[in-house]
């Protein structure tokens, strides 16, 4: 009797890195979604996972610099080249330059990839890895980048691989300073440590860093960084004493949480809670004060999100557009002490963990979500009592979306408020700039590019 051979198991996570890109790219599905499906079909853990997992980012990552280079092998634009056989290419052109692969091992084994997947391209294939491999990447950047002295946005979108939109965006966040840009854009590069949140009354940190085998946060109390393995078997997610967490995002919902407010301090609102991450961390520092928490999240999956995040805590869900304000007695006008404004935006302030994004996000998706964005810090202005406070995050660096959303919103609103020094609600973190808001950066504070604002209302 014959028995099947199964094939090397580099082979199978590079098919695996393969089916996930190729997702990515056909069916503009989310890496951190189809990955995990694909490594359990081909039942691949520990080392192979690893591979697949570095092959599929890194890819994703890297791709219009990849694009460049296999456009300069190849004699033609990637958008002329087989699907199949372009999304096989990337990922050789990646092992090649980025890795510690050897480059006959690469080219091999891409080689068969694209035979199993696209035949007919296999010469071709070989024939441009091949030539891939005559340079080492830096040989290449030099010959397809732009000169830093003349075009220096350009230069850094190929160096770095960010699109030249985005690099012009982080630089005038940063001041204009080319030397931070270039640093925020490698951190944007890098693999990002988890971060899990101990969830107040429910876990202690220290404690679950002993349990997971991580270390305490160095800025939030709650937080932990976890150096390895699959958050979603630890015993502490499952039971519902941490959960995943940037540190940014705690800092920004402790910030809230700490401001001082005039009066009672017994009603919180998240107007945008789904999926649930913040609101999980604001309903248990609520539980411990006697407040209660209103969550809001306008998409059903979504609100059912949140329901299960916070569970067993002081929060109430409702499914509703949070801009409606003022309609109905479950969100009345001046009824909170505190209301966060989590507000949908470009994400470009997490790139590092959505290698998608970069190349999926356009500027002509700004007017809309700006739009949003101010017609919901409205509606949380509305919201707020005089004396309480009102803190508005955004995920994204960009000036539209923090400080011209802020601003415009505030104009627009009629209602005087007053923007509050949020730095003081940030203890211990470095680098927080002049104020009153508070940009936190990937290459400064190890965590996601979150912006806060915190506005108190005064009449």
Known sequence: MTRAVRRPAQDIARWAAYEAVAA??????????????????????????AFATELTYGTLRQLGQLDAVIEAAAGREV???????????????????????????????????????TPGAAGFANAVLRKITTKELPAWLDELAPARETDPV???????????????????????????????LIADNERPEVHLCARPGRADAADLADEVGGAPGAFSPYAVYLPAGSPGELSAIIDGRAHVQDEGSQLVALAL??????????????????????AALLGGLAEQRDARL???????????????????????????????VGASDDLPEAGFDRVLVDAPCSGLGSLRRRPE????????????????????????????????????????????????????????SGIAVDLVD??????????????????????????????????????
């Open 154 to 184: 350009a230069h850094l979108s190929v160096v770095d691989a960010h699109p030249q939109w985005i690099v012009r965006a982080f630089r005038e966040a940063l001041g204009g300073d080319l030397h931070e840009t270039e640093a925020l």
């Open 257 to 278: 949480a700490d401001v001082p407010v005039d009066g009672g301090d017994a009603r919180w609102l998240d107007l945008c809670a789904g999926p649930g991450g913040k």
């Open 79 to 117: 958008g002329r080249i087989d699907p199949p056989a372009r999304d096989a290419l990337r990922l050789g052109a990646y092992q090649i330059l980025h890795t510690r692969v050897p480059a006959h091992a690469a080219v091999s084994a891409t080689v068969d990839l694209v035979r199993r997947v």
């Open 357 to 412: 994004s970069r190349w999926r996000r356009q500027p002509t998706d700004l007017p809309p979500l700006t739009r949003l964005q101010r017609e919901l810090l409205g509606a949380a202005i509305r919201a707020v009592r005089p004396g309480g406070v009102v803190a508005y995050v955004t995920c994204s660096p960009h000036l539209v979306e923090t400080q011209v959303s802020v601003t415009e919103a505030v104009r627009r």
């Open 294 to 324: 209103t969550a809001v999240e306008v998409a059903p999956h979504r609100a059912d999100l949140v329901r299960n995040a916070v569970r067993g805590m002081p929060v109430r869900v409702l499914c509703v557009d949070g801009r409606e």
């Open 422 to 459: 949020a730095r003081p609600f940030l203890p211990g973190v470095p680098g927080l700039g002049t104020g009153p808001t508070v940009q936190l950066w990937p290459h400064r504070h190890g965590t996601d590019a979150m912006f806060l604002a915190l506005l108190r209302r005064t009449a």
């Open 24 to 49: 990515v790219q056909r069916d503009d599905a989310y890496a951190n979604l189809v990955l995990p499906k694909v490594l359990r079909e081909e039942r691949l853990y520990g080392r192979d996972a």
